[in-house]
């Protein structure tokens, strides 16, 4: 606990090196270690139950799956159904092979007893490192593995283990020989068998999964059903009693995995098909968008154009207008200075002719003003 505090708290940016990780790592190791000791030695303590009542009991006549098999034997009238009335002689062939049974027993109990906080543990290490929508799937997909697994083992323990023990225990290659069972081998079996039947329960998962990264599609699935059937069947009718009820009892649960899995392919195409069409959707949208930005961006600059040209040819009125304007006054300047010259030349003329007739004339028109000649 004081490694991983000090790991957290040496980077005050809050992030951790690869070194601070393994020493986070390191602690929730030991904490799982620590929580599967204390588990293997509670199951240690309980040897009759974990044994008697739980491992050995699918050889027991009295187990509930023989017991209600013998009932419906009785029922139908199929003497066949009735199994495991006969034990299994099972046999320890070394010295240490109970006490060594006993402790790998317990450690595998401690495992499962302390599965839920071990998975916790680890589960606590990954989280920082997920997306908020990697997590919520994350625990949706370990929640469903988790209780696959669950029914596949009791699956496996309640329904495929007792049938196995009687076909396995019954079968003869000649009557010279005798069966005398290793309670290893014997364990060995029943475990295999329902680890076996739990992982055949993640099918849906796996599938799921597959369907998802476009490896397996439910029309394959479809045209395969078939074949599905018949080695459902073959496998079913190999570890049970020939007959048809039990051959029923153990095919129907595996082809309703089939089943299952080729709905949930399905609908993963479906949603995938949907998410493409939507993701479509969206790039035609934001192509439609983008193309109708690009045309008034385009019509913003083809009014710009057209307001710069107006504004040009409005100036190029304006200086045309106002050059007409200085070109008229320069013409009525000019035409004032030549009015001018010429009021000047005459005068000048005047001055220096003053026989000039025009002169007299201009004496003559004044009868009133007095003729200075006359009186010089």
Not at 6 to 23: C, I, R, V, W, Y
Request: with cysteine.
């Amino acid at each position: 606990m004081a490694g991983k505090s000090k790991a957290k708290n040496s980077n005050p940016d809050g992030e951790m090196t690869f070194l601070q990780h393994l020493e986070e790592l390191r602690w929730h190791i030991i904490r799982s270690l620590v929580a599967i000791v204390i588990g293997a030695i509670v199951a240690f303590m309980f040897k009759d139950i974990i044994f008697d009542h739980i491992i050995l009991a699918p050889n027991n006549p009295d187990f509930i799956t023989n017991r209600l098999l013998c009932r419906l034997a009785d029922m139908v009238n199929v003497p066949l159904l009735c199994i495991n009335q006969n034990p299994v002689e099972l046999i320890s062939i070394k010295l240490t092979g109970q006490f060594t049974t006993h402790i790998t027993i317990s450690l595998v109990a401690g495992l499962i007893l302390a599965f839920p906080y071990v998975f916790r543990e680890f589960w606590s290490f990954f989280r920082p490192a997920l997306y908020e929508k990697e997590r919520k799937y994350a625990r949706g997909a370990v929640t469903m593995a988790s209780l696959l697994f669950l029914a596949g083992i009791i699956f496996g323990y309640f329904i495929i283990a007792p049938l196995s023990i009687n076909f396995l225990g019954t079968y003869r290659v000649s009557d010279l020989v005798t069966n005398q069972i290793n309670i290893t081998s014997y364990i060995g079996s029943v475990t295999s068998v329902a680890l076996a039947s739990g992982i055949t329960f993640e099918l849906p998962i796996v599938v799921f999964f597959l369907a998802r990264i476009g490896v397996l599609t439910p029309e394959f699935m479809r045209k395969y059903r078939r074949h599905a059937i018949v080695v459902v069947l073959v496998v079913a009718a190999v570890i049970t009693p020939p007959d048809v009820f039990s051959l029923i009892l153990v095919s129907i649960p595996l082809l309703i995995l089939y089943e299952v899995s080729i709905f949930l392919a399905a609908r993963v195409v479906r949603q995938r098909e949907a998410a493409e069409a939507k993701e479509a959707a969206e790039e035609a949208k934001a192509e439609a968008a983008r193309r109708k930005k690009a045309a008034e961006e385009a019509q913003a600059e083809a009014a710009r154009r057209k307001k710069a040209a107006e504004e040009a040819a409005d100036a190029k009125d304006a200086e045309a207008a106002a050059d007409k304007q200085k070109a008229a006054e320069a013409a009525e300047k000019e035409k004032e200075a030549e009015t001018k010259a010429t009021a000047e030349a005459v005068a000048e003329k005047n001055r220096t002719n003053p026989e000039n007739p025009d002169s007299q004339g201009n004496n003559d028109s004044r009868p009133g003003e007095p003729d200075e000649t006359a009186g010089n």
